[in-house]
Each structure stands twice: as structure tokens, then as C-alpha cells.
């Protein structure tokens, strides 16, 4: 059973970002969804991929300009997220999009209203984009304490080469002084501080409530070092490791058959697969994912449970 801790939504309206990027690419036919973009395509992809179940980190903020990269806004629903969530519980996470720039919404109140009224037990937040911070700017403080007391998972983009205005916005130092001071808030690194991958692997180390999600980048620079601190294993590093597509920007199924074809510890695949994920996501927490029969399953509930 597979947690894909970066796969999107590809609904019309919710996926406009991805779409233009993938068709600019000239690789639409590699992603059918993306051109169909109904909900049947979607999960007809997961199911061909051997996905059990996409966390949708789509996100939402007015865009920027990185160095020569012109990124445009991204304009996901919380309120489709929680939809989609609400009626395929075990097959589908949604993840709250906030600007903390303030501009498409007040942070805070969105935040509270993702969490308290539609249900969303995750956020992603691209503090490097806008307002242009760093992840340990005290700005962004209020929002960590209400994850931590809501025990909402936080997935910040941690990416050096599209996060922020300097490559340094991806340096792991940031997220150590998050982790540090709300030991109690989970977070996942979307695109797992790249290029500062060793450092990554060596802060996640440290801690319990840090994981890595290197996404696509696990194939860049530093590839081996993944593999090697998986397998390795020095100080518990295979339970700090998440696997994710970055679908639809990939498709999916190769994503899939390339992460598992990777020279793994076997033993180590079923918490890069699912393990992992469950404890950093707090599934066992969530009643709707528990009762739904893929919760079951992944939770050992179910009679028919597998690792």
C-alpha cells in the first residue's frame, strides 16, 4: 500500500497550475487526468499506479518572481480539498493551502477555518514566495503554535532552486529551529531542503517530528546519499523518509516504478511506502482515514491488514 505525500489534485479549477506547467512541457498526453480532469481520471491513475492514497499538497499564494523563474499564483480551494476529502476518506488528504503573504486571504482565520469547520488536518505553506521569509521568521510563530495545539501536520516548501529569493531559503537550519522550538508539530519537507541534502538527512536525524520528502529531487544531486541513508539507517533515518510523486508534474506510475526499482533495502520500502507517512500525517488520529477500509488496512485494523 502506497502514501503519496505529494500528489495532486487534477480537477479543473484546482489543478490550473500544474496544467499550464505540464502543457508547456508538451507532456499532457503522459498525464491523462490533467486532460480529462474529472475525479474518475484521478483516482484511475492512482489505481494504476498502485497508489492507495494521494495527499494533495496543491497550495495557494500570489506567485514570484525567483531569479529567472516567473512563478504564477496558485489558486487550489481549501474548500474542493475538503470535498474530496470528506468523500473519499482513505483514498484522498486534502491539504490546506495558506498564504502567509495575507494577500489571498488572512492566514490565521483561513488556517482556523480549514482545521475547525471543513476538516483539513494538514497545510502547506511557501513562506519564501510570500511574503518572502524564511521558515523560522517569527511572523509565521502564531501560525506553528495553532498546528501544534490543532496537531496539524505541517508540509512547507523547502525547495532552494523555486522556494525562495536566495538558495539559502532551503538551508535546514530553518526548519531545525522550528522543530526545536514546537517539538510537538510534525512537518514534512516538501522537496526535502534541496540541495542541502546531507544536512537534511543529518537534521531529520535529530529529530521526532521532522520528515523528508525529496520528491523529484531525490533523482538530482545527492541521489546517492538517499539511498545510502536509508539503507544505512544510522540513527533511525529510513522512519524520517516519505515517498511522493510530485504528481501531476510527473506521471504517475512511473514515479512509482522508478522510486521501487531504486536499489532499497527491502526492508526498508514499506515505511518509505506507508509507514512513515501514517505517523507523520497522524493517521491513526484521523477517525474518517481509521474507519475508511484502506485506513484499516495500513493501521493493521482490518482482517485483511498488510504491512
Known sequence: ??????????????????????????????????????????????????????????????????????????????DAMAEVQAAYPGRFIGVAGIDVSNQKHDAMSELRRCVEELGLFAVFIEPGRAPGCNLDDPLLYPLYAYCEAKGVTLIPQTSGLLGGKLLDYANPRYIEKVASDF?????????????????????????????LAPDSYLYHLGHADWLQAVNFNALGFASRFVFSSAYPLNALAEQVTRFRELAWAPEQLPKLFCRNALSALRLADRPAFRDSPQGAQMLGLGARATP
Request: proline residues 5%; aromatic residues 10%.
Open 1 to 78: 500500500m502506497i502514501i503519496d505525500c505529494r500528489c495532486r489534485l487534477t480537477l479543473a479549477g484546482e489543478a490550473d497550475y500544474f496544467y499550464d506547467r505540464v502543457r508547456h512541457a508538451g507532456q499532457l498526453a503522459r498525464v491523462p487526468a490533467l486532460g480529462t480532469q474529472t475525479i474518475e481520471a484521478f483516482f484511475a491513475e492512482l489505481d494504476a499506479a498502485g497508489v492507495t492514497t494521494a495527499v494533495s499538497v496543491s497550495g495557494c499564494n500570489p506567485g514570484a518572481k525567483l531569479g529567472r523563474f516567473e512563478l504564477p499564483a496558485r489558486t487550489s480551494s481549501n
Open 183 to 211: 517539538p510537538g508539530l510534525n512537518i514534512i519537507c516538501g522537496h526535502g531542503c534541496y540541495p542541502y541534502v546531507r544536512e537534511a538527512i543529518v537534521m531529520a536525524c535529530r529529530y521526532d517530528n521532522v520528515w
